[in-house]
């Protein structure tokens, strides 16, 4: 009698030791072929970064640069002293009245571009 339960007993616990192996095979199965696509995807990825940073390097070429310039800032000119004004010029230049206070509530809404240290 003990020979039959010691032998259903190692016959269980084959059958367990099995499933479980079992399903580590086909869990790691599934893992391999995650990393495979992982690995394609990064490859593509890598490939596309290497295309968008050679089209940056042609967009920014400096002598193409300089063709576009030519062709359509040719009219383009620094700005001379004497074009730049202050708010309180335009008051009195008789082009139109504004309002300070609104003027005001509009700059502080507008947030600064600046970064400010602590």
């Known amino acids: 009698m003990i020979f039959r339960v010691s032998t259903w007993f190692c016959f269980i616990w084959f059958l367990c030791i099995g499933i479980v192996l079992f399903q580590v095979k086909y869990t790691v199965s599934d893992l391999e072929n995650m990393h495979k ?13 290497h295309v968008l940073n050679a089209e940056w390097a042609y967009l920014n070429d400096p002598s193409r640069l300089s063709t576009l310039v030519q062709k359509y800032l040719k009219d ?4 001379k002293g004497e074009q730049e004004t ?7 230049s008789g082009l139109g009245e504004y ?7 509009i700059v502080k809404k507008v947030p600064s571009t600046k970064k400010r240290t602590p």
Not at 37 to 49: D, H, R, T
Not at 76 to 79: A, F, K
Not at 86 to 92: A, D, I, Q, V, Y
Request: aromatic letters at 4%.
């Open 76 to 79: 383009l000119v620094p700005i």
């Open 86 to 92: 202050s708010f309180s010029s335009l008051k009195n």
């Open 37 to 49: 696509s992982l690995k394609k995807q990064i490859l593509a990825n890598s490939e596309e970064l």
């Open 99 to 105: 309002d300070r206070q609104r003027l005001d509530s």
